[in-house]
């Protein structure tokens, strides 16, 4: 109303006023709940909130479109978990190179730790152990392994793109690429905290231990280790081996074969699990009894899902050999983050994050799931809404029955396209 007079009255000017500030007040109401209804996120990144002016990384934002754009379900603060081989430092000798993932790059990856080595042909990483157990994939070419037990007995054998080994801890052994093009494969080791540059070594070993107690060990004079290496070789170049079973008969004089092989054909094994999306290899202490380490060797097709899951019992290290795609990890506490994936980089899933892995390039996606653990155990979302009582889940989710009714009784582990 306006303001009212002396003698009580209101005035024009009163009640100008007051339908002044009442237009105000509207027009104020009104451009709040445009800007609350207002988009804050369009599917061209157009509007003004979502433009970036200044200096950018257009390469490393192409690579991570999901970091750059999160997904509107990403939340809250969760720690990185993917680290590139591409960004490791890589140590080069004249037998090959190596370069490695531990926590010290990644730190969330406190179970274990990786490598990638490539050996030409001939190229040999010299006699060696150390105290984690070693697990390896044969990402390309062909190598020949040795290794020697506690009891004497000898390995000897060779591997192929796609095959595995595994050298348990404090067992002595040797990788030599072999012809025509030599070989690359990753290790993986059950110590986020190994460390491939110190390694015990035979080369390094023999250099500092005084050459009499050498050859009082030997029973052969002190000058007959004059000529080992002052430094450790590491990596070198050498001459291709000796035929295979010349080798493994030379090895096992005396004492015989190691029992159990360390090597395992995974190239010829048959798949675990195969939809129309992909495919699955689950390499575990069941099928390859010295494992220490448990692993799935996964393909997906374009398009194609490794399916919302868990692992109870261990943590995930992954290592991406081929294609593109994307993973959501939930660390509960309403916290999530999404982050991309190509040949080369590595993942890490800490103990019972959910998370599925979807192939978001035109090509196969091939990874590998690896675990501190010799069994291979997961928890599918779907496996466990089937097997709960479909009343007590829609009360939950509100999908309805017949949604809860056409979930598969058993795993599918890659969703079909």
């Not at 008969?249 to 054909?265: E, M």
Request: net charge negative; glycine share 8%; proline share 8%.
């Amino acid at each position: 109303m306006g303001e009212p007079n002396q003698s009580g009255q209101i005035t024009r000017r009163g009640l100008l006023q007051t339908g002044s500030a009442a237009v105000t007040a509207a027009a104020a109401v009104a451009a709040v709940s445009a800007q609350e209804t207002a988009p804050v996120r369009s599917p061209d990144h157009h509007l003004p909130n979502e433009t970036e002016p200044g200096p950018k990384n257009a390469v490393l934002d192409a690579a991570n479109p999901d970091s750059v754009w999160p997904p509107e379900t990403d939340h809250g603060t969760v720690p990185p978990f993917k680290y590139s081989f591409g960004l490791s430092r890589k140590r080069i000798e004249n037998g090959g190179w190596t370069r490695q993932v531990t926590m010290r790059e990644l730190p969330i990856s406190k179970s274990i730790a990786g490598v990638e080595m490539r050996l030409t042909a001939g190229g040999v990483r010299e006699l060696h152990w150390h105290v984690e157990a070693e697990w390896a994939y044969m990402v390309y070419g062909n190598a020949r392994i040795t290794a020697v037990d506690a009891q004497g007995r000898s390995f000897v054998g060779d591997v192929s793109e796609g095959d595995l080994w595994l050298f348990p801890k404090g067992i002595p052994h040797s990788i030599q690429g072999l012809g025509p093009d030599g070989c690359r494969f990753l290790l993986a080791f059950d110590n986020g905290g190994f460390d491939e540059f110190h390694t015990f070594l035979i080369t390094d070993w023999l250099a500092h231990t005084p050459p009499e107690v050498l050859g009082k060990n030997f029973g052969v004079p002190a000058s007959t280790f004059s000529q080992v290496p002052k430094k450790e070789l590491f990596i070198f170049q050498a001459a291709l081996p000796e035929e295979l079973t010349a080798e493994q008969a030379h090895a096992a004089s005396g004492t015989g074969a190691v029992p159990q092989r360390f090597d395992f054909k995974a190239s010829q094994m048959q798949p675990t699990k195969v939809t129309r999306g992909g495919e699955v290899k689950i390499v575990d202490s069941k099928i390859f009894p010295v494992t220490p380490i448990s692993a799935a060797i996964v393909r997906l097709k374009p398009g194609g899902l490794r399916e919302l899951h868990w692992h109870p019992n261990a943590d995930e290290w992954q290592y991406y050999v081929s294609g593109k795609g994307r993973m959501t990890v939930f660390i509960a506490a309403s916290d999530a983050r999404t982050m991309d994936f190509e040949a080369g980089d590595v993942g890490y899933i800490p103990q019972s994050n959910p998370h599925y892995i979807e192939n978001t390039g035109d090509t196969d996606l091939v990874f590998l799931e690896i675990f501190k653990s010799p069994v291979y155990e997961d928890i599918s979302l779907a496996e466990w809404m089937a097997h709960t009582p479909k009343r007590l889940v829609d009360q939950h989710l509100h999908v309805g029955s017949a949604m809860l009714e056409g979930i598969p009784r058993q795993e599918a582990v890659i969703m079909p396209l």
